[in-house]
């Protein structure tokens, strides 16, 4: 994509990506995250609490609508929309503006533009398989796994291999919490 390497094009691939964005919050006064998946979202959040506009760009109609389901993605969306987060769904990017080298924006296919100082991309994942692969484990896009350890009929499995129902909690970086939690 146009401008996706331009300084101000943040992405969230290692631990030492994450000490840029969080000073990058500190130094912008509004940004763009382009994905409302988990990393978009979180990013949103963070940014928010640090006293930064955000506008988040998503294609789908709601975040997280296909890992989700839509009762639970509206959540998600109304959570951030009221903590002033510009959610704009069904938006395609079609390029990050620049001046001068730096990001400037994001354009997008209906022509119309986003300003920001920064742009935080969450789109897409490729799984860092190197430790499973040297450890002689199938890969396949992740570490492949027996399907009968996710079982609940399994009964040969040791106890709390399962992971227990949960509600989203303040654990994050956001302290935004959507509900009680255990």
């Known amino acids: ?17 994450s000490d840029q964005i969080k000073a990058t919050f500190q130094s912008v006064s509004r940004i763009a995250v382009i994905g409302a998946g988990w990393i978009g979202l979180e990013c949103a959040a963070a940014a928010r609490a640090a006293g930064v506009e955000v506008t988040l760009l998503e294609t789908a109609e709601l975040p997280l609508l296909r890992v989700l389901g839509p009762e639970v993605a509206r959540v998600f969306a109304d959570l951030h929309r009221e903590h002033g987060v510009d959610l704009r769904f ?9 001046a001068g080298g730096q990001a400037s ?4 296919a209906d022509g119309s533009h986003v300003a920001a100082d ?24 992740g570490v492949v796994v027996d399907a009968g350890l996710r079982s609940p009929t399994r009964t040969s499995s040791p106890p ?17 919490s959507t509900g009680p939690t255990r």
């Open 118 to 141: 920064a742009i935080v991309v969450g789109v897409g994942i490729t799984p860092n398989t190197q430790l499973a692969e040297a450890a002689g484990l199938q890969v396949s896009n």
């Open 160 to 176: 709390g291999m399962w992971p227990t129902p949960c509600t989203p909690s303040s654990a994050g970086t956001s302290g935004w």
């Open 1 to 17: 994509m146009p401008g996706a390497d331009a300084d101000g094009v943040l992405y969230l691939r290692r631990a030492v990506d």
């Open 105 to 108: 924006g994001v354009r997008l």
């Open 90 to 98: 069904g938006v395609q990017v079609s390029e990050i503006t620049t």
